[in-house]
């Protein structure tokens, strides 16, 4: 029974991956994008790996080409009613050696809504100071940060969003028949419907849970079941200490942040998501300062002069950027 299960749940673990990774080459290469299967978050992973290969390998086929053009294919490339790609859309873009890239984008899309994926992904973007909230069909909401880039795609058995940068809300609403998945490379969190917040800096992924429950684990390892008023991190590939924190009822803001012993380095990472000049150390060494309170990262300059304060620290305004450095002649408070 236990060679079963395990079996079992190895299926569903290349199941998903496949899953995955059509979703995530269709957008990559529907944008451009070169050499995927070397990319890291394919190479982190056995099963995409396999899967990146196959599925190159299928779009590469000369022998689904030559069938395609064979087939009796609909006139026209337009999306159908049940918004599944025709065969004459993906042949018009095959037959064009230029636009391969995109040709093979679209029949991955056609892969995935033909296995029950349902709708292709949608990517949403922020520049460095901008807010955006996002309307899901499924009736949830995300409320991007700025310097955020998600993608989403709303599928049959399946809700399934990449954070590749930056910090969301999600107001994910209750459908126990359909999953919400994030992954964030580093992290996996899965939910039912739910209030919280995903951070993903440099050298992790945060989430807070500000309602309901919450799995969260490292990929490809075990979790935990984070609620209401936790915070847990996934750093280096492991999870981190679980913390409080108190939930704030007034409706959350993108450009604020409560730290609590959070790094100098990680808080000059946030803050450079919303400042119009990036803020810069100029000591490697202030990374490690950690520093606590209740920063509004829109207030880029008044937030440095604070923080410069508290912490000995001096605030250089130049033109294209901001620095804090040492005060000239003091010790090292950090």
């Known amino acids: 029974m236990s060679r079963d299960r395990t079996a079992e749940q190895s299926r569903a673990r290349e199941a998903r991956a496949r899953e995955e990774t059509a979703r995530w080459l269709a957008t990559r290469l529907d944008a451009g994008e070169g050499d995927l299967d070397r990319d890291p978050w394919i190479a982190a992973d056995p099963a995409r790996r396999a899967a990146a290969r196959d599925l190159l390998g299928l779009c590469n086929d000369p022998a689904l080409h030559e069938a395609m053009r064979r087939a009796d294919m609909a006139p026209t490339g337009t999306v159908r009613d049940d918004r599944r790609p025709s065969l004459a859309g993906v042949f018009a873009v095959l037959s064009r050696p230029r636009l391969a890239a995109a040709g093979c984008a679209v029949l991955l899309a056609l892969l995935w809504i033909g296995a029950g994926l349902g709708d292709p992904a949608v990517t949403y973007r922020t520049d460095r100071g901008q807010s955006l909230t996002v309307a899901l069909d499924d009736g949830s909401t995300l409320r991007l940060g700025g310097d955020t880039r998600l993608i989403v795609s709303l599928g049959r058995t399946e809700r399934a969003a990449e954070l590749r940068q ?14 919400f998945v994030i992954d964030t490379g580093d992290s996996r969190t899965e939910v039912l419907g739910t209030r919280f917040v995903l951070d993903r800096f440099s050298g992790g992924t945060e989430l807070s849970v500000y309602s309901g429950r919450v799995r969260f684990s490292p990929a490809d390892r075990e979790g935990i079941e984070a609620t209401a008023g936790q915070q847990v ?6 999870l981190g200490e679980v913390r409080r924190f108190e939930p704030d009822p007034a409706p959350w803001r993108s450009d604020w942040i409560e730290t609590s012993g959070m790094s100098l380095g990680r808080l000059v990472e946030e803050l450079n998501r919303w400042s119009d000049r990036p803020v810069e150390l100029a000591d490697p060494a202030l990374k490690r300062l950690r520093v606590s309170g209740y920063f509004r990262l ?11 304060l508290l912490h000995r620290l001096h605030l250089r305004r130049q033109a294209d950027r901001y620095v804090l450095a040492p005060t000239a002649g003091d010790g090292k408070p950090y």
């Open 298 to 308: 829109s207030e880029t300059e008044k937030q440095l002069e604070g923080i410069a």
């Open 233 to 238: 991190a996934v750093l280096a590939g492991r």
């Open 166 to 179: 930056g910090t969301v809300m999600f107001e994910v609403a209750r459908d126990p028949a359909r999953p």
